[in-house]
Nanobody, 121 residues
């Protein structure tokens, strides 16, 4: 079993900052890709930022220059530092990880339960 647990969401004013965390646990061999997606009411889920085990990082155009993704591989954790937040950033943020498991070595995608980020004055 593999589990992803997100934390750090909440209410923040426009222009403020929030840091999200996502910790993976279970029978993990390696985490190939770890990242963040978000879904606003009435909209499709969209990519926010991803980071591969090799260090490649990509961001959605809408968050470039404002959000920073980072990984602590020793803790199987990924972070999303969000600054200069806008009301349109309001969404449920989901952690996703592509993980190779022990002992099967099977590669599967896992999703966290999501954490709400609300940007409002």
């Amino acid at each position: 079993q593999v589990q992803l647990v997100e934390s750090g969401g909440g209410l923040v004013q426009p222009g403020g900052s929030v840091r999200l965390s996502c910790a993976a646990s279970g029978s993990i061999s390696s985490i190939l890709t770890m990242g963040w997606y978000r879904q606003a009411p009435g909209k499709q889920r969209e990519l926010v930022a991803t980071a591969t085990s090799g260090g490649n990082i990509n961001y959605a155009d809408s968050v470039k220059g404002r959000f920073t993704i980072s990984r602590d591989n020793a803790k199987n954790t990924v972070y999303l530092q969000m600054t200069s937040l806008k009301p349109e950033d309001t969404a449920v943020y989901y952690c996703k990880a592509r993980i190779s498991q022990i002992p099967s070595w099977k590669i599967d995608d896992y999703w966290g339960q999501g954490t709400q980020v609300t940007v409002s004055s």
